[in-house]
């Protein structure tokens, strides 16, 4: 995953009206969830811009008044009318443990079902994954060539080196449906041959009523 450079301070005050007065002067407050502690900071809003406004997954190194943390995001708080960011969660990672995160899927080539007029519908743009920090990608590629119409992809589906998937076998991640067009096309294409068939019933049946005719006649 790619790393980025956040610089901080350390909270030494807590609580609701430090959390406050913190906002107001344009900062976040966050925590970093560690193996033996948690350490509270906080750090400017504007910080956040290449981490969180970005489909990208990082890693993160934080620089707190001097002392080095190794992070990834683990959880993220806005505010329900602003959206602006009220409070950020972090854990620490380690070499040798291994983390979860949220990575997003990559997606490759030209669906045959696309091809032949299905429309690509993307039910999850992250999937979980649990891996060491260096050995974990920055997303998840997908190819989706042999996908046909009313196919779909799952989280079953796929694997990847060195990394495990969290999510249950059984979630889709996307699939190729009917479009409308194309519905609608066999739709007409079935109500034409339809007609076509009542239009020749009908020219065929004055047929008797001739043979009816010629059998007064005689």
Known sequence: MKTIEIKGS???????????NTRKEGNVPCVIY???????????ENNFKNLVYTPDAHLVNLDLDGKEYKVVLKDIQFHPVTDKITHVD????????????????????DSVGVKAGGKLRIKKRHLKVRGL??????????????????????????KY??????DPKI?????????????????EGETAAGKTEGAAAEGAAPAPAADSREGKSK
């Not at 972090?90 to 080539?109: H, Q």
């Not at 080196?161 to 969290?166: A, Q, T, V």
């Not at 889709?172 to 739709?187: C, D, F, H, N, P």
């Open 10 to 20: 350390i909270r030494t005050e807590l609580g609701k009206k430090s959390s406050r």
């Open 34 to 44: 560690g193996k033996e502690h948690n350490v509270h900071f906080h750090t400017h």
């Open 90 to 109: 972090f854990v620490e990672i380690f070499d040798k443990k291994p983390i979860v995160v949220s990575l997003p899927i990559s997606i490759s080539g």
């Open 133 to 158: 920090a260096n050995e974990i990608p920055e997303s998840l590629p997908i190819d989706i060539t042999n996908v046909k119409i009313n196919h779909s992809v799952k989280v079953g589906d796929l």
């Open 161 to 166: 080196d060195n990394i495990e998937l969290i």
């Open 171 to 187: 979630t889709t991640i996307l699939s190729v449906a009917t479009s409308r067009v194309v519905a609608k096309e066999g739709t």
